[in-house]
């Protein structure tokens, strides 16, 4: 936390954030609003949220960002976008996104292009196909690991053959352990 803690304060984050609270001030924000502004509202605007008291049935498609900690039975296909199961969150669903953070429950498949990251209070039981993952301690999982790199994989796939049985076998006993 030091190290993340010293670059803020060496660099321009601390000054920048000081400012940002008072932006009604008319000389400095308008320089500074046009390039925080579409930051602040891509961020907010470009991901949707489902509530904990929201049951959704059916599926989702779309192109925002996805934030769920509600329950979600049925399908999400949000291929270039990010998925977040809070901790409240509840999803009966195959999930394909460039990105899914599960802090929740996921039962069902996971495809993302980038990365799958299932965090220490998180639960998924399912199969994920992803070129990244990452597993916290403490973490739930149960299912199988597909690493696919897109660049390398027409080269590597006849070498990686072995290499997904040894995983989704490495994986069977951490979780049986």
């Known amino acids: 936390m ?5 670059p803020s304060q060496t660099g321009t984050t601390t000054p920048n954030l000081t400012p940002e ?11 500074e609003t046009p390039s925080r502004t579409p ?6 605007s470009d991901q949707a949220t489902i509530g904990k008291g929201l049951f959704i049935k059916g599926e989702i498609t779309g192109s925002e960002s996805l934030f769920i900690d509600g329950k979600v039975d049925g399908a999400i296909n949000l291929p270039g976008n990010r998925v977040t199961v809070g901790r409240n969150g509840q999803v009966a669903a195959n999930v ?14 996971v495809s993302a292009s980038d990365r799958v990251d299932i965090r220490a209070e998180g639960s998924l039981a399912g199969d994920v196909a992803a070129a990244r993952i990452s597993i916290e301690d403490g973490a739930y999982f149960k299912g199988g690991i597909d690493i696919r790199k897109p660049e390398a994989a027409k080269p590597a796939s006849a070498n990686s053959a072995a290499a997904p049985e040894a995983a989704k076998t490495a994986q069977a006993k951490a979780v049986q352990a």
């Open 2 to 6: 030091s190290a993340m803690w010293k």
């Open 21 to 31: 609270p008072p932006r009604p001030t008319p000389a400095s924000p308008v320089m």
């Open 39 to 44: 930051v602040a509202s891509a961020s907010t």
């Open 96 to 109: 394909t996104a460039r990105e899914v953070v599960i802090l929740g429950k996921i039962r069902g498949n």
